[in-house]
């Protein structure tokens, strides 16, 4: 069975911790076998909504802090289920094609994204006579080749099984964070930002880079403490990480969970070959993000006037003809990742591995040549879809979520807390007082002897 938001079969969905849509008790149209036809429909929609508001909230109880507390605050929860709210009304409102760059947008089908055939769980490819066989050895866990110019996926195996996206996740932290921040804008790095695990380009805390120089770091060299110092800009991590999620929902990248804007393991986390290959695409739109991801050589400030060079990790960027970069990952859990693109001939082709071995360099570039030998030889398996609303971008306010106001009796805006938790704090503090002074009574009395 689909799921009609995800566009995942439910037999082979991960283990998130979500409820399944067919137990979904807002869906309709729920035939004797448990299909559902919602076609996008409000009501699944604010399911939808409602199961993304949970993960958000469940991740502070699965992911605690190094003490053990939960990472997010009550208001950023609040400002989670708010943008999740945001995004599932999003998807229900009509889709417009993108001018800048065409595609097909989906039609609301109880398909997955981007058309039926995706939905498998194996290779799928439609090959005509005289079209090139595919490469022999492909043993990633998922892999895509699509067509950046038409939006056609040229052929794909399990595009929406749901992997741990390692660095790749970067390309959507930098189609997030180009368009609302500066090049010129300054960000001093943090104790935190320098302290982060993984790859980082070795910035120093108190020392200010501008964002141009953390873009750079952060594509060219997988730079993890760069995107924190992205995100510290941006107003912080949780709201980066919401800015990043409602991105994904914008762009209808619906496998794609962030939990950090450098995409290290965290819980929860996830995207698929398919959403690479949607982000990629969007970023291939921005000259900036073209700029970044392509540069091979760079340098970067450091304090008493000196600088460092740094060089791209990106093997086939100056061994493959036509390479456009973009970007490759690697953790134990997630295996090796990539997302790249190349252009030759004025067409451009982008290809996505996930959970794939370290060393996928030769079979990344076997399925680029595919891709170019494979033009009007085959018949597309689906399509990249065009964002929701390709002229808006989605927003998360940094203020927190004023009480919701019924449009016929007004009430004064409070000071960012609702009277409902006002009241709640009260009751728990009134229950904890209660308790305690009954436990003071029923110790025995201390006696003591005469003076």
């Known amino acids: 069975m689909i799921n009609p938001t995800s566009g995942i079969s439910s037999s082979a969905a ?71 709210l945001t995004a599932g009304l999003m998807i229900a409102a009509p889709i417009t094609s993108a001018a800048a760059v065409p595609a097909s947008p989906y039609d609301g089908g109880d ?12 290779v799928v490819v439609q090959r005509l006579p005289g079209a090139p066989a595919l490469p022999g050895g492909l043993d990633m866990g998922s892999w895509m080749v699509a067509d950046a110019d038409t ?68 594509m060219v060299v997988s730079g993890n403490d760069a995107a924190g110092a992205l995100a510290e800009a941006a107003g912080g991590m949780s709201r980066t990480v919401a800015l990043m999620n409602a991105e994904a929902a914008h762009l ?7 939990r950090t804007p450098s995409g290290l393991d965290a819980p ?38 000196r600088h460092f060079e740094i060089y791209t990790h990106n ?23 990539y997302v790249g693109a190349a252009t030759r001939g004025g067409h451009t082709i982008i290809v996505t591995l996930m959970h794939a071995n370290p060393n996928f360099w030769s079979q990344a570039r076997e399925l680029l040549d595919w891709g170019f030998a494979a033009e009007g030889k085959v018949v597309p398996v689906g399509t990249l879809v065009a964002p929701i609303d390709p002229n808006a971008r989605p927003v998360v306010e940094k203020v927190q979520a004023k009480p919701v106001v019924a449009a016929d009796r007004r009430e004064p805006a409070s000071s960012g807390v609702a009277s409902w938790e006002i009241a709640l704090l009260a009751v728990s503090a009134s229950t904890a007082v209660i308790v305690t002074l009954r436990r003071l009574r029923r110790r025995p009395r201390l006696s003591l002897p005469p003076l």
Request: aromatic share 6%; with cysteine.
């Open 111 to 122: 398909g997955p994204i981007g058309g039926p055939l995706l939905a498998s769980t194996g």
């Open 151 to 218: 939006g056609e996926v040229l052929a794909a195996k399990a595009p929406h099984e749901r992997f741990l996206p390692a660095s790749t996740l970067k390309t959507l932290t930098a189609v997030t964070l180009i368009p609302r921040l500066s090049p010129k804008q300054t960000q001093k790095a943090s104790y935190d930002d320098v302290a982060v695990d993984g790859s980082k380009v070795g910035l120093v805390t108190g020392y200010p880079y501008t964002v141009d120089t953390l873009f750079t770091a952060l």
């Open 252 to 258: 209808q990248a619906l496998d794609t969970v962030a």
């Open 14 to 84: 991960p283990s998130h911790g979500l409820t399944p849509v067919s137990q979904c008790t807002h869906a309709s149209n729920v035939s004797p076998g448990g299909a559902i036809a919602c076609n996008f429909s409000m009501t699944c929609c604010f399911c939808f909504a409602r199961r993304i508001a949970t993960a958000d909230t469940l991740a502070t109880r699965i992911a605690p802090g190094a003490a053990g507390e939960p990472v997010a605050s009550l208001a950023q929860m609040r400002t989670s289920l708010a943008a999740a």
């Open 268 to 305: 929860g986390e996830s995207s698929s070959a398919y959403d690479l290959a949607l982000i990629a695409r969007e970023g291939l739109s921005m000259p900036a993000f073209r700029h970044y991801v392509s540069v091979v050589r760079a340098t970067v400030p450091a304090p008493r006037r």
């Open 315 to 337: 093997r086939l960027l100056t061994t493959y003809r036509g390479d456009i970069g973009i970007k490759n990952g690697y953790t134990v859990k997630a295996g090796g990742t």
